[in-house]
């Protein structure tokens, strides 16, 4: 306990954090040892800070029987002993609820599962001088331990996986060793570890300042200058923004700043000074999940208080998602539902796990807003924010931005050694390699190497460089990075790193994450064709359970999970070249096909489609935060996995084409275009359009007479369709603007005011244009002119009353 004592009595008065690693194979040692760790962390603290209670979160895996002895053992030593720390004990399944709270002292079981994504949330709950410790089984043969984490990322054909993650855990315990102490129980010694150097930290206070249109009270909110600052900054939104213009804040920070509290306390002072002009102010919140607004309703319901606007917190699974208060409400909504939605301030939180699209429909769709975003951190990497939205919008000119960046942590002070830790144990500041003219030069020369990288070697010490770059450039590339991602690229065993360097300095500009999938048997195939779910294997299992071909479930191929390429570097063939070499690799490996699964949007769409990717499977519904349709992708290698994805990417095409007007009746028209454009060009070779006599005249009738196009929607319809399923080279010539309004008013029914708003013209010009497009067709298809005779005799129909269709499916008739 001497190292210990020390290094707590060096931290405390720093506000920095200590951290000890218990690790043994006797869950009876190691739940006692937590529990003298926790009574003489007491003792220290309640000596040199204050006598009050402390708060202590246990996280533990209620399933397994040694951690709830551990668990049993740390309860009743701390109760016996009549201490005043207040456990909250609770499963690691509940560890978001945790996000934004504070404890002075943290224990996460470890034994029997290490997931990055329970470290990354929980470690940063710890405020400065408090205490974490982490339980591990034995040193030694933690490594190999098959932790439910490793198990979840096993599938059929890969039931062993990497034991590579913990190795690199343990290496950054150990070589952080200020601050953070390693004992191995089982031979009772301490393998590292050290006290920080003696030292105090005094935090600034906030200054309210001296005018302001807020009133002071809601200054004496912040906990530090920075969120002071920030919440003054929201002042700037009161007055509305010039004609034809947006007003727009931008804070960022790194994790633990406050920011989200400090919005919560601004945007709710800023509807208290509207609602004295505005009979009721409504502020629309978004974020990835309502998990992440959380801090931000806990201080909005504050501020609200403190200012007497009686609020009234709306809860759904136990997550507050809305605050109504006197004149104004704050609601959280999904991201993808922000953009259809009307209010009075529009606030993105961790904006940086959003879609960059999407981010960039809220934007264009709303006049004030506010967007926050972590650059470094568990939410997402604000850079990328930066790089990606950011510089867009600045470039548009029509945006008057006001940026803050939030320097100054919360709960613990500047340079603690554990956020030191946690940063470069889950690469939540990696960033890519800086680029120079030599580096250039060798992209503009074509001086590229193709790497075939080993994550053993990837995650050594001599590969660390490596990997730092490539996660970099995932990070700002993917609007949602994890540490999960990271434990998933060293340990799943069906996963597979490639990336491209420059020849001369090696510097990364461009990487990919491939999956194996496929080789499934005959009983396997049948499970999942009757709607079962398998582990990973998910372009064999959306075919099987869409295109409903069994082959796709017994090839074999790459799954392409993730691919970017540096963002300085975008659009000079990268990442089409990383797309060949993966391609001819996968051909040296035998197998069938190389696929990939993203969310589409024209950019990317064109960017598959361009490299010979077809479409096959479309989600029928938007992701709830991307508000992009998902779709799978795949390259045929094999002629049996030609002839199978040609077939499922024909029946692709039929089904996209009999689901406009429903299910896809909102896709983007650019996305719809390409996707009817896409291969196979013709989906029934030879087809013709088939009208009964009475059908043609109507018609005619359309096009050069009185009716309107609502009388005759059913068969401008079939026009429409047969357009789509005829050989490019039958098909009617028809312009741009006229397959477009084809597309959009025909087959997606959207309304003539929707179809002008999305082309940019009028909707007479809308409406001109279709029936110039349909007297085209009539013309080419069925000889149908203006002076063409009308009108139907009774004997030109059949018994029935049918309408001959000889003339139709033989071609054009004459006039």
Do not use: C
Not at 494 to 510: D, M, Y
């Amino acid at each position: 306990m001497r190292l210990v004592g020390a290094a707590l009595r060096a931290a405390i008065p720093k506000r920095h954090r200590v951290m000890v690693v218990i690790s043994g194979s006797d869950p009876v040692r190691v739940g006692a040892g937590t529990a003298r760790l926790l009574l003489y962390f007491e003792r220290v603290y309640r000596r040199t800070v204050e006598r009050r209670p402390l708060k202590v979160l246990y996280m533990f895996h209620d399933e397994f029987d040694d951690a709830r002895l551990r668990k049993e053992i740390v309860k009743r030593a701390v109760k016996e002993k009549g201490s005043m720390l207040e456990q909250v004990t609770a499963r690691y399944e509940e560890s978001d609820r945790y996000l934004g709270t504070t404890f002075q002292a943290l224990v996460l079981d470890l034994t029997n599962d290490l997931k990055p994504n329970d470290v990354g949330r929980l470690v940063e709950v710890v405020e400065g001088g408090g205490l974490i410790i982490l339980q591990a089984p034995s040193w030694e043969r933690w490594d190999t331990a098959l932790t439910l984490f490793k198990k979840n990322l096993l599938v059929p054909g890969h039931e062993e996986p990497r034991h590579i993650f913990i190795s690199w855990f343990k290496r950054k315990l150990l070589e952080h060793n200020r601050g953070i102490i390693v004992y191995d129980a089982d031979s009772r010694k301490i393998l590292s570890g050290e006290p920080e150097d003696p030292g105090e930290y005094r935090r600034r206070e906030p200054k309210p300042p001296k005018k302001s249109l807020f009133p002071p009270e809601v200054y004496r909110l912040a906990l530090t200058q920075d969120q002071l600052e920030a919440v003054r900054l929201m002042e700037w939104l009161y007055d509305k923004p010039p004609r034809g213009r947006k007003k727009m804040i931008v804070i960022t920070a790194d994790r633990g700043r406050g920011k989200s509290s400090a919005l919560g306390i601004g945007l709710v002072a800023l509807a208290h000074e509207l609602g004295k002009v505005k009979h009721r102010v409504r502020i629309i919140v978004t974020a990835p999940s309502p998990s992440n607004v959380q801090s931000l309703m806990e201080l909005a319901i504050k501020t609200a208080e403190t200012l007497g606007l009686e609020p009234k917190p709306v809860r759904r699974g136990g997550r507050i998602i809305e605050v109504q208060g006197r004149k104004f409400s704050l609601e959280y909504w999904e991201p993808a539902t922000v953009v259809r939605l009307q209010g009075d301030i529009v606030a993105v939180d961790e904006a940086s796990g959003i879609h960059v699209p999407l981010l960039h429909k809220i934007w264009r769709a709303h006049r004030r807003l506010v967007f926050s975003a972590t650059i470094h951190g568990y939410e997402g990497a604000g850079r990328g924010f930066n790089v990606r939205f950011l510089s867009a919008v600045k470039k548009s000119g029509d945006t008057i931005i006001r940026e803050f960046k939030m320097e100054e942590p919360i709960r613990y002070a500047p340079g603690d050694p554990i956020e030191r830790w946690l940063y470069n144990t889950l690469l939540l500041n990696a960033e890519p390699a800086e680029l120079d003219e030599d580096d250039l030069r060798d992209i503009r020369e074509g001086r590229l190497e193709y790497l075939r990288l080993d994550p053993q070697w990837l995650f050594s010490p001599e590969g660390e460089e490596t990997l730092r770059q490539l996660f970099g450039i995932y990070v700002l590339a993917h609007y949602r990075n994890e540490p999960d991602d990271l434990g998933m690229l060293a340990d799943a065993p069906h996963h597979s790193i490639r990336a491209v360097r420059t020849a001369g300095k090696g510097k990364i500009v461009s990487a990919a994450q491939v999956a194996e999938e496929g080789g499934l048997g005959e009983e396997l195939i049948d499970r999942l064709l009757r709607g079962e779910k398998i582990a990973g294997n998910i372009i064999p299992d959306r075919m099987l359970k869409h295109a409903r071909i069994r082959e796709f479930g017994r090839m074999v191929g790459w799954r392409i999970v993730r691919i970017a390429t540096h963002p300085e570097v975008q659009g000079r063939g990268i990442g089409s070249w990383l797309l060949e070499r993966l391609y001819e690799e996968s051909v040296e490996r035998g197998y069938d096909w190389l696929g990939s699964g993203f969310g589409i949007n024209e950019q990317l769409l064109r960017f598959w489609l361009r490299n010979g990717f077809l479409v096959l499977h479309l989600s029928p519904d938007r992701n709830p935060v991307s508000g992009e349709y998902t779709s799978l992708v795949m390259k045929p290698i094999t002629g049996r996995a030609r002839a199978a994805i040609m077939i499922a990417a024909r029946e692709f095409k039929l089904k996209l084409l009999n689901s406009l007007h429903d299910t896809y009746r909102d896709m983007e028209l650019e996305d719809a275009m390409l996707l009817l454009e896409m291969e196979p060009r013709a989906l029934e070779p030879g087809y013709r359009p088939r009208l009964t006599r009475i059908q043609l005249d109507r018609l005619w009738i359309y096009n050069y007479g009185p009716m309107t196009y609502e009388a005759a929607t059913d068969v401008i319809h079939e026009l429409a369709m047969a357009y789509w399923k005829m050989e490019p080279e039958a098909r009617p010539r028809l312009g741009d603007l006229e397959r477009r309004v084809l597309v959009a008013k025909v087959l997606q029914a959207k309304s003539w005011g929707e179809v002008a708003q999305e082309l940019g013209v009028r909707e007479h010009k809308v409406m001109t244009t279709l029936k110039e497009a349909v007297r085209r067709m009539s013309r080419e298809l069925f000889g149908l002119a203006e002076d063409s005779r009308v009108g139907v005799e009774l004997h030109e129909l059949g018994q029935h009353g049918e309408g001959e269709l000889r003339d139709i499916q033989a071609g054009p008739r004459e006039a």
